[in-house]
């Protein structure tokens, strides 16, 4: 069992940066490739970035790349996603999610294939 809790989501302007973590515990850490997904009212949940086991392979959805950067500390135990430049369609509330992946370099974007899920952050990005 693996325990994820998302921390600093908030309101931010347009143009602006945020920056979330995700603090695991319950399980060895660098078992797991880690994603970050979101999901804005009335909409599905999409990918936003994802980050491998132990390599730190890492791989962003279209809408945030060059914007987006996730990272990981397996000390910690935690994972980051930087948001700059964000935009008002950035809002949504942001999950962090687990995956436990035999593979050290092999990400997956699909929600479902994803193990365990944190409770969510609310991002706002007035415009």
């Known amino acids: 069992q693996v325990q994820l809790v998302e921390s600093g989501g908030g309101l931010v302007q347009a143009g602006g940066s945020l920056k979330l973590s995700c603090a695991a515990s319950g399980h060895t850490f660098s078992s797991y490739a880690m994603g970050w997904f979101r999901q804005a009212p009335g909409k599905s949940r999409e990918f936003v970035a994802a980050?491998?086991?132990?390599?730190?392979?890492?791989y962003y959805a279209d809408s945030v790349k060059g914007r987006f950067t996730i990272s990981r500390d397996n000390a910690k135990n935690t994972v980051y996603l930087q948001m700059n430049s964000l935009k008002p369609e950035d809002t949504a509330v942001y999950y962090c999610?687990?995956?436990?992946?035999?593979?050290?370099?092999?990400?997956?974007?699909?929600?479902?294939?994803?193990?365990?899920w944190g409770q969510g952050t609310q991002v706002t990005v007035s415009s």
């Open positions: 980050i491998s086991r132990a390599v730190g392979n890492t």
């Open positions: 999610a687990a995956d436990y992946s035999s593979s050290t370099v092999v990400v997956t974007t699909i929600p479902r294939e994803y193990d365990y």
